[in-house]
């Protein structure tokens, strides 16, 4: 307490309005393969267009059912994190290279034009694929007297006569600013299709073709992608400048963020675009958009060039330099092919200052009979990305061609940072309390995430046998560790068994297909949450009835079920009866021992329990353990169990938090230990009819 030394009026804040948080008990954590989207990362997914965005659409040539499973669950919740494993040997992204290729450009040199003479110049452009852009050639005028006799700017002059945005992505006009008296004519589209012909209005009034240019486009195979920007000798001509020697290729590759085939552009067998492509959109001068397009539809651009180092491409794209944002889907990077490439710096759209050739006397309108001179510019001083659409290839999934590989992708690592596979679940901040493997029946998957329940103590795990296991023995087999595809038992509170898989339309495939029964037991379980309370029993007509199937894989009848069901075994039985439909007939846990946790009402229960008061004692570690502090936590508790009560989870409970539970050892030892004694509700899973037949004499009222 604060020691009070002069008379006042003090205030003193202390907080006990601590109470029970509200926990979420339907995040579903599945893991499974896909085509794209990040690897070994529990993602958030909060809609079906969501995940089909981030993982791609499911198809029947990726292992398991783990995209499908999210698909249905996610009708029935919006909280469900996927892992999408990957081997990190095999997984490679897919790329496309960026061509680039120079603009033809032709040299206005010092001369008087604009001074004391007009200069008069007709213009047409042909783009990469050889298309005239103008109907009629554009002139270019610039009077006697528009430049300043002692400026010597005609190089301005030119830029100003062309400039505005008068045609400004077919040609433009360029000056250098250390010597302005030098002019160039460039057009705007690059590679060896592109054309530009310039004529000049001589002193015999006629129209004189200058020249019609052709630049040079670059193209070898660099670090193995199909063209790039190569030459024996790379120099600040080509308009980047970079450090190091030996290097032969410069160029740009497109990337996709992540892994997987699921990028690689191309036409479905319908005629559908597939995957992802670049296109180049020619702008203005130097300015090229790079389009990153998803299944033939534009979803980002970014404006890029080769003047500075803000308008890379990389950063650009890669780290949103400028105002555009950073693009989820690509990413850039500048390659280099040759030892010791060095790294780029500052890219310089006009650096070469060689002198030109075939300089041609020409003389245009001259009031005074002065000349100029015009030239062709000698090397490629003016470099921009091939205006086209190319698709992105050579990605793959990581999907692991043997059982065992895809095991050991799926299962993962704990001691990785991060960590990967189904232990990327392992993290407290996602809340997970249901989780599935969908379409993977291997026992080394399903142990691992039987023992991941079992650890973390944080969430349930769905299990079934392998589809086409045959007949109800077969399955009983299965669980018991009697098949050839399992050797071992499963016997857990944390995990819960279902059979048979039920078929289910898939609209991604046009057709019926059969469908792991886990992912129906995880989507009743969060419409059970939904609608009820996570202690009611997931089964039965009204929270275990499918709606969306059409079958089950076999027809089970009471017998098949009584088997599944009891002596010992736990699978829980999906039943399809002539009135209800097709149903989830059960609600066990695979815990062979009798108790009140070898149903599934209750193992959740226990689970949403543990969360909450965990969630509750927090606030009191590094509390004095002492009597104070104990009677706080039980009355933090007791609102707890007492609202579940209300809620029909348990019938009755008692919180003991005192000496008794706290003895001397323990406090010596940091601990504070609160009991909490529960009687968890019991579902009725037997309903029995008892008709007693009488004579006519009994009297019923005393029966």
């Given at each position: 307490m604060p020691n009070f030394l002069s008379p006042d009026t003090f205030f003193i804040e202390k907080n006990i309005s601590e109470y029970a948080p509200v926990i979420n008990s339907s995040v579903v954590g599945l893991v499974g393969f896909a085509s794209k989207g990040p690897t070994n990362v529990a993602t958030l997914i909060t809609s079906p267009q969501a995940l089909i965005d981030t993982f791609g659409e499911p198809m029947e040539a990726i292992p398991g059912q783990a995209l499908e499973g999210a698909i249905e669950i996610l009708e029935s919740t919006n909280s469900l994190y996927f892992v999408r494993a990957a081997d990190e040997t095999t997984a490679a992204n897919a790329s496309s290279v960026v061509e680039f290729g120079s603009c033809p450009a032709l040299e206005v040199c010092a001369g008087s034009y604009g001074v004391t003479s007009t200069l008069a110049l007709k213009v047409q452009v042909w783009d990469n694929d050889g298309v005239q852009q103008f109907a009629n050639p554009k002139i270019i005028h610039i009077a006697t007297g528009t430049v300043n006799a002692t400026s010597g700017h005609q190089g301005m002059a030119l830029a100003k006569a062309i400039g505005g945005t008068r045609d400004s992505d077919k040609f433009g006009a360029y000056f250098d600013s250390a010597t302005t008296s030098t002019g160039f004519i460039v057009g705007n589209f690059a590679g060896s299709g592109a054309k530009i012909s310039v004529s000049a209005y001589d002193s015999t009034a006629t129209w004189t073709l200058l020249d019609i240019l052709t630049p040079l486009q670059f193209s070898g195979a660099n670090a193995g992608q199909a063209s790039a920007l190569a030459a024996t000798s790379l120099t600040t001509t080509y308009g980047i400048s970079f450090s190091g020697t030996g290097a032969s290729g410069l160029g740009y590759v497109a990337q996709s963020l992540y892994p997987g085939?699921?990028?690689?552009?191309?036409?479905?067998?319908?005629?559908?675009?597939?995957?992802?492509?670049?296109?180049?959109?020619?702008?203005?001068?130097?300015?090229?958009?790079?389009?990153?397009?998803?299944?033939?539809?534009?979803?980002?651009?970014?404006?890029?060039?080769?003047?500075?180092?803000?308008?890379?491409?990389?950063?650009?794209?890669?780290?949103?330099?400028?105002?555009?944002?950073?693009?989820?889907?690509?990413?850039?990077?500048?390659?280099?092919?040759?030892?010791?490439?060095?790294?780029?710096?500052?890219?310089?759209?006009?650096?070469?200052?060689?002198?030109?050739?075939?300089?041609?006397?020409?003389?245009?309108?001259?009031?005074?009979?002065?000349?100029?001179?015009?030239?062709?510019?000698?090397?490629?001083?003016?470099?921009?990305?091939?205006?086209?659409?190319?698709?992105?290839?050579?990605?793959?999934?990581?999907?692991?061609?043997?059982?065992?590989?895809?095991?050991?992708?799926?299962?993962?690592?704990?001691?990785?940072?991060?960590?990967?596979?189904?232990?990327?679940?392992?993290?407290?901040?996602?809340?997970?309390?249901?989780?599935?493997?969908?379409?993977?029946?291997?026992?080394?998957?399903?142990?691992?995430?039987?023992?991941?329940?079992?650890?973390?103590?944080?969430?349930?795990?769905?299990?079934?046998?392998?589809?086409?296991?045959?007949?109800?023995?077969?399955?009983?087999?299965?669980?018991?560790?009697?098949?050839?595809?399992?050797?071992?038992?499963?016997?857990?509170?944390?995990?819960?068994?279902?059979?048979?898989?039920?078929?289910?339309?898939?609209?991604?495939?046009?057709?019926?297909?059969?469908?792991?029964?886990?992912?129906?037991?995880?989507?009743?379980?969060?419409?059970?949450?939904?609608?009820?309370?996570?202690?009611?029993?997931?089964?039965?007509?009204?929270?275990?009835?499918?709606?969306?199937?059409?079958?089950?894989?076999?027809?089970?009848?009471?017998?098949?079920?009584?088997?599944?069901?009891?002596?010992?075994?736990?699978?829980?039985?999906?039943?399809?009866?002539?009135?209800?439909?097709?149903?989830?007939?059960?609600?066990?846990?695979?815990?062979?021992?009798?108790?009140?946790?070898?149903?599934?009402?209750?193992?959740?229960?226990?689970?949403?329990?543990?969360?909450?008061?965990?969630?509750?004692?927090?606030?009191?570690?590094?509390?004095?353990?002492?009597?104070?502090?104990?009677?706080?936590?039980?009355?933090?508790?007791?609102?707890?169990?007492?609202?579940?009560?209300?809620?029909r989870g348990i019938t009755e409970f008692r919180v003991v938090c005192d000496e008794t539970t706290n003895t001397p050892e323990r406090i010596d030892n940091n601990q504070l230990w609160c009991k909490l004694l529960v009687k968890p509700t019991k579902t009725a899973e037997f309903i029995i009819f008892e008709l007693n037949l009488t004579n006519q004499s009994a009297q019923l009222g005393n029966l």
């Open positions: 085939a699921g990028y690689n552009g191309g036409t479905k067998t319908n005629g559908d675009t597939s995957g992802n492509s670049i296109t180049i959109q020619n702008l203005a001068g130097p300015y090229f958009n790079v389009v990153v397009n998803d299944n033939g539809a534009l979803k980002e651009s970014f404006k890029c060039s080769l003047v500075s180092a803000q308008d890379f491409i990389e950063n650009k794209i890669n780290t949103s330099f400028t105002a555009n944002l950073k693009s989820k889907i690509i990413q850039g990077s500048l390659f280099f092919s040759g030892a010791d490439a060095g790294s780029p710096s500052q890219a310089t759209y006009f650096a070469d200052t060689a002198s030109t050739i075939g300089i041609v006397g020409i003389y245009g309108r001259l009031g005074d009979g002065s000349s100029g001179r015009i030239g062709k510019n000698f090397n490629p001083r003016f470099i921009k990305a091939l205006a086209k659409t190319t698709n992105f290839s050579g990605g793959n999934s990581g999907i692991g061609s043997s059982a065992a590989d895809r095991d050991t992708a799926l299962i993962g690592s704990q001691a990785s940072t991060p960590k990967t596979g189904m232990q990327a679940l392992d993290n407290e901040l996602l809340n997970i309390s249901i989780a599935a493997v969908p379409g993977i029946s291997t026992q080394a998957t399903q142990n691992a995430l039987v023992t991941l329940a079992e650890s973390t103590q944080s969430f349930i795990a769905l299990l079934s046998p392998p589809y086409g296991v045959g007949s109800t023995q077969a399955a009983i087999d299965w669980h018991n560790g009697f098949a050839d595809s399992r050797n071992a038992s499963i016997n857990s509170s944390y995990a819960a068994i279902y059979w048979p898989w039920v078929q289910t339309f898939d609209v991604f495939a046009s057709q019926d297909r059969w469908y792991d029964p886990v992912i129906y037991a995880a989507r009743q379980m969060v419409y059970t949450d939904a609608n009820y309370y996570p202690w009611f029993a997931p089964a039965g007509s009204k929270r275990g009835r499918l709606t969306k199937p059409s079958s089950v894989e076999v027809i089970l009848n009471q017998g098949d079920a009584d088997s599944l069901y009891s002596g010992g075994n736990v699978i829980n039985p999906i039943m399809n009866f002539p009135q209800e439909g097709i149903v989830i007939w059960g609600q066990r846990t695979s815990k062979r021992t009798p108790a009140a946790d070898d149903r599934i009402n209750v193992k959740r229960l226990v689970i949403q329990t543990f969360k909450v008061t965990r969630a509750v004692g927090r606030p009191f570690i590094f509390e004095p353990n002492d009597e104070f502090t104990w009677d706080l936590l039980e009355a933090a508790v007791n609102p707890v169990l007492d609202k579940i009560k209300r809620q």
